[in-house]
């Protein structure tokens, strides 16, 4: 089956400037803590992109311990691409409730664009990644590997599918207990019968 980890970790781009850890004093240090953000050691499965995709594959067979793990712009965010800088008129965003200035990040579809400049009624906007281009250092500490079924079944509905619900085992079966959609339901069984040899079931809340 495969191999989950708790581990802790802080992300820099090359040059040391800090833009993702998972120390609250760290994030705090560095002016990007995220008040909506739980801090502290996190589980991930190996080999599943809960991490970008040279982490990942550098974390596979690391055993417990610190580590300082280099991770170059192809197995990063990827190169920057010109293509993806676009002129877009000033009004077309203002018309969604957009303030556009420079510097401003969006969420367009999932993607996260800057805008880079407002000048003469159009908006240059660019939808690399922020870190594209960039070659990044993460400081990682492997806790230790998870084993238990409820932490890997809470840690994958979190990372996956941004739920919280109760988990809890009874009788050999993992329960999870929750309103959860069923065609999300379906999904999520057939993830975990790739990751997990458990059988699941749902219930929509305690007393049910």
Same mark, same amino acid.
């Given at each position: 089956?495969?191999?989950?980890?708790?581990?802790?970790? *802080?992300?820099?781009?090359?040059?040391?400037?800090?833009?993702?850890?998972t120390d609250e004093k760290?994030?705090?240090?560095?002016?990007?803590?995220?008040?909506?953000?739980?801090?502290?050691?996190?589980?991930?499965?190996?080999?599943?992109?809960?991490?970008?995709?040279?982490?990942?594959?550098?974390?596979?067979?690391?055993?417990?311990?610190?580590?300082?793990?280099?991770?170059?712009?192809?197995?990063?965010?990827?190169?920057?691409?010109?293509?993806?800088?676009?002129?877009?008129?000033?009004?077309?965003?203002?018309?969604?409730?957009?303030?556009?200035?420079?510097?401003?990040?969006?969420?367009?579809?999932? *993607?996260?664009? *800057?805008?880079?400049?407002?000048?003469?009624?159009?908006?240059?906007?660019?939808?690399?990644?922020?870190?594209?281009?960039?070659?990044?250092?993460?400081?990682?500490?492997?806790?230790?590997?998870?084993?238990?079924?409820?932490?890997?079944?809470?840690?994958?509905?979190?990372?996956?599918?941004?739920?919280?619900?109760?988990?809890?085992?009874?009788?050999? *079966?993992?329960?999870?207990?929750?309103?959860?959609?069923?065609?999300?339901?379906?999904?999520?069984?057939?993830?975990?019968?790739?990751?997990?040899?458990?059988?699941?079931?749902?219930?929509?809340?305690?007393?049910?």
């Amino acid at each position: 089956m495969k191999r989950f980890i708790e581990l802790e970790y *802080t992300g820099k781009i090359k040059d040391g400037n800090v833009f993702d850890t998972t120390d609250e004093k760290v994030a705090t240090e560095n002016g990007i803590l995220n008040p909506s953000t739980k801090y502290g050691p996190i589980t991930i499965c190996i080999g599943e992109g809960h991490m970008i995709k040279g982490l990942d594959e550098e974390l596979a067979d690391k055993k417990e311990g610190s580590y300082s793990i280099e991770v170059e712009t192809e197995k990063a965010f990827g190169k920057r691409d010109s293509k993806l800088i676009q002129l877009i008129p000033t009004q077309k965003l203002k018309q969604n409730n957009i303030r556009p200035v420079p510097g401003l990040q969006l969420n367009v579809d999932g *993607t996260i664009a *800057t805008i880079k400049t407002v000048s003469g009624g159009r908006c240059m906007v660019d939808f690399n990644h922020p870190l594209s281009g960039k070659d990044l250092v993460y400081d990682v500490k492997i806790l230790r590997d998870v084993t238990d079924n409820i932490e890997k079944i809470k840690a994958i509905l979190s990372i996956e599918a941004h739920l919280k619900p109760e988990v809890i085992e009874k009788d050999g *079966t993992i329960e999870i207990i929750g309103k959860i959609p069923e065609e999300a339901k379906q999904v999520i069984e057939k993830r975990f019968s790739e990751l997990i040899d458990t059988k699941i079931t749902f219930k929509d809340d305690k007393s049910s």
